[in-house]
């Protein structure tokens, strides 16, 4: 991991740039935060749109983990932002547009096309920089997972032990292959649902939060577009991660 650029915002959080791998990345560390002191950190999942698209919400995300005492830190996805194209994806990306905009059902190849591929790459990358951030002596553990692509959550979820709580954005484009990985994931969630969600298939949501195999799970549901997740959601997947991760 090499550190690329550091500035302190207003409210103490340190935020440093950072590449791991040719991978651009971003840790925010509260003021609390030392080798002395080490804190928790929460991955910080987000859409492919590029980090430097996401980042105004990705930035209030982790400024409110910093109030609560975590860390927090998110790396570009494969084949978005400054990161080399991806034709495959890209072509994906382009049949679901092309569906939606015909009023046409997105069909699972779409899907399988769209997420099985950034699955499987996203992933180890996220391990990788998880192992390189826990080396970091004023990061420590627990290690918890925020938002995203579901399908990345869930992978994670199953396969990676050093997260402990996952806090997941509903989504309707799961491959059916995710159910059954979505059955294995044991670990406490916290499910952010937009009711009206003009993108989401509600009942595909309901039906994924019913999958997982968590004895402690929530679902958390409220009004509103895809866009429009109100400021009290965060709040409750904030008291969330405080219970898990502190």
Request: net charge negative.
């Given at each position: 991991?090499?550190?690329t650029t550091e500035q302190r915002l207003n409210d103490g959080v340190v935020e440093r740039g950072f590449?791991?791998?040719e991978i651009p990345g971003i840790l925010w560390t509260p003021a609390s935060a030392s080798p002395s002191a080490p804190v928790p950190l929460i991955l910080l999942g987000h859409p492919p749109l590029g980090?430097?698209?996401?980042?105004?919400?990705?930035?209030a995300r982790a400024r409110r983990a910093a109030a609560d005492g975590f860390a927090a830190a998110t790396i570009e996805l494969p084949g978005s932002g400054d990161r080399p194209r991806w034709p495959a994806l890209d072509q994906a990306r382009a049949d679901l547009r092309r569906a939606m905009a015909a009023g046409d059902r997105v069909?699972?190849?779409i899907?399988?096309?769209l997420i099985l591929p950034l699955v499987d790459k996203a992933v180890p990358e996220t391990q990788a920089a998880l192992d390189a951030l826990l080396a970091l002596p004023e990061i420590g553990g627990p290690v918890g997972y925020s938002g995203g692509v579901i399908s990345i959550g869930i992978r994670l979820a199953v396969v990676e032990p050093r997260i402990v709580a996952a806090g997941l954005f509903a989504g309707s484009f799961v491959p059916r292959a995710?159910?059954?990985e979505a059955r294995q994931v044991t670990v406490p969630l916290h499910v952010l649902l937009q009711w009206d969600d003009e993108g989401n298939d509600r009942?595909?949501?309901l039906d994924l939060f019913d999958a997982f195999g968590s004895a402690e799970k929530t679902l958390q549901a409220t009004m509103g577009g895809h866009t429009g997740v109100p400021p009290y959601a965060g709040e409750g997947a904030g008291r969330f991660f405080a219970r898990h991760l502190s």
């Amino acid at each position: 991991m090499r550190f690329t650029t550091e500035q302190r915002l207003n409210d103490g959080v340190v935020e440093r740039g950072f590449t791991l791998d040719e991978i651009p990345g971003i840790l925010w560390t509260p003021a609390s935060a030392s080798p002395s002191a080490p804190v928790p950190l929460i991955l910080l999942g987000h859409p492919p749109l590029g980090l430097r698209t996401m980042y105004p919400r990705l930035v209030a995300r982790a400024r409110r983990a910093a109030a609560d005492g975590f860390a927090a830190a998110t790396i570009e996805l494969p084949g978005s932002g400054d990161r080399p194209r991806w034709p495959a994806l890209d072509q994906a990306r382009a049949d679901l547009r092309r569906a939606m905009a015909a009023g046409d059902r997105v069909d699972d190849g779409i899907v399988d096309a769209l997420i099985l591929p950034l699955v499987d790459k996203a992933v180890p990358e996220t391990q990788a920089a998880l192992d390189a951030l826990l080396a970091l002596p004023e990061i420590g553990g627990p290690v918890g997972y925020s938002g995203g692509v579901i399908s990345i959550g869930i992978r994670l979820a199953v396969v990676e032990p050093r997260i402990v709580a996952a806090g997941l954005f509903a989504g309707s484009f799961v491959p059916r292959a995710m159910f059954e990985e979505a059955r294995q994931v044991t670990v406490p969630l916290h499910v952010l649902l937009q009711w009206d969600d003009e993108g989401n298939d509600r009942q595909a949501a309901l039906d994924l939060f019913d999958a997982f195999g968590s004895a402690e799970k929530t679902l958390q549901a409220t009004m509103g577009g895809h866009t429009g997740v109100p400021p009290y959601a965060g709040e409750g997947a904030g008291r969330f991660f405080a219970r898990h991760l502190s």
